[in-house]
């Protein structure tokens, strides 16, 4: 059981004893009150008080009613924290980074919001009409004045969704590539696995990733892995459902493309679990954002300095 769970389960415990305590101390109280157990005016024989060594007048022992309410209001609690740690349309908040994607972002977030609860948009310094789409289709819009970098976006979405009622939170991206009816095997992954972080795994079906970015993010993987000392079968998937508890660790991530590479790595090191499930992905003749000169020397950098703790 991991420490998480452990601490969960403590709170169970402690919730359980108070409420044990206090239904013991009622129940002392009211037969204090009472008649000693016996006869009903109907003829019904009251339910006497089971004694015991540390109580030999049974004057603290709950009656099957006491206990019934005690085991009612502790499953009560125990549902409730599952439910809240669950991935679900009401658990989950998607936050999606747009850079001149007004030709996808509405029909994304459209489709998105059919699995959580909202929908966060980052428009990181676009010129053209991302924000009013994505406002039209249903989402929440911050503005970038210029544009400051996809992880950078992501931060700031961060930011602003720390502090509302969500457990989980959904990236993906605005370009169309990533597709939403994926989501609900994102939840499964999450609710059947002890894992933190689910990303999207594009390598069980590669045929439709451009050759040269298949070989580009095979390579990368196997590095990034190497580092993490796990297989990662797609480091570079920008289709990822996060735990709450990944907050810290996503802002201290890098504010450009290598954000995907370094959340991977810092979660692993600081003891969370990694899972991926496998996704479809879309190339619709979308231009990519990378850069290769610039975004190659900020790959090489960042490997440089995890390669060696």
């Not at 720390?162 to 994102?186: C, E, K, N, R, Y």
């Not at 594009?202 to 050759?211: G, K, T, V």
């Not at 196997?222 to 000392?229: D, E, L, M, S, V």
């Not at 493309?257 to 003891?271: K, M």
Request: charged fraction near 25%; glycine fraction near 8%; include cysteine.
């Amino acid at each position: 059981m991991s420490e998480r769970e452990l601490k969960r389960y403590g709170g169970f415990l402690s919730r359980f004893k108070q409420i044990h305590e206090s239904a013991y101390s009622s129940a002392s109280v009211e037969r204090r009150r009472s008649p000693e157990p016996g006869l009903e005016p109907g003829g019904e024989l009251l339910a006497a008080p089971s004694q015991g060594l540390d109580d030999p007048k049974g004057q603290n022992s709950p009656t099957p009613t006491d206990l019934s309410g005690i085991l009612a209001v502790v499953l009560t609690a125990v549902t409730d924290d599952l439910q809240i740690h669950e991935a679900r349309r009401e658990t989950v908040l998607a936050i999606i980074p747009a850079y001149f994607e007004e030709q996808f972002i509405g029909q994304v977030t459209r489709q998105v919001l059919q699995y959580v609860q909202a929908v966060l948009v980052i428009d990181d310094g676009s010129l053209d009409a991302t924000a009013s789409e994505a406002e039209a289709a249903g989402a929440k819009v911050i503005r970038h004045p210029t544009n400051i970098g996809k992880g950078a976006a992501l931060k700031t979405g961060l930011r602003y969704v720390a502090a509302l009622d969500a457990a989980f939170f959904l990236f993906l991206d605005g370009d169309g590539q990533h597709d939403p009816s994926d989501i609900p095997a994102f939840f499964e992954a999450m609710n059947n696995s002890q894992a933190d972080l689910v990303v999207g795994n594009r390598m069980n079906n590669p045929e439709a990733m451009p050759l040269v970015r298949r070989w580009t993010n095979q390579f990368m993987s196997w590095q990034i892995g190497k580092i993490c000392k796990i297989p990662l079968p797609d480091s570079q998937c920008g289709f990822r459902l996060a735990r709450k508890e990944l907050l810290p660790i996503l802002m201290a991530a890098s504010d450009r493309f290598e954000f995907e590479s370094e959340s991977i790595i810092l979660a692993v090191r600081h003891g969370f679990r990694i899972g991926f499930v496998p996704i479809r992905t879309i190339y619709t003749g979308q231009q990519s954002k990378i850069r290769p000169l610039r975004d190659t020397i900020r790959y090489i950098r960042l490997m440089s300095r995890y390669r060696h703790p």
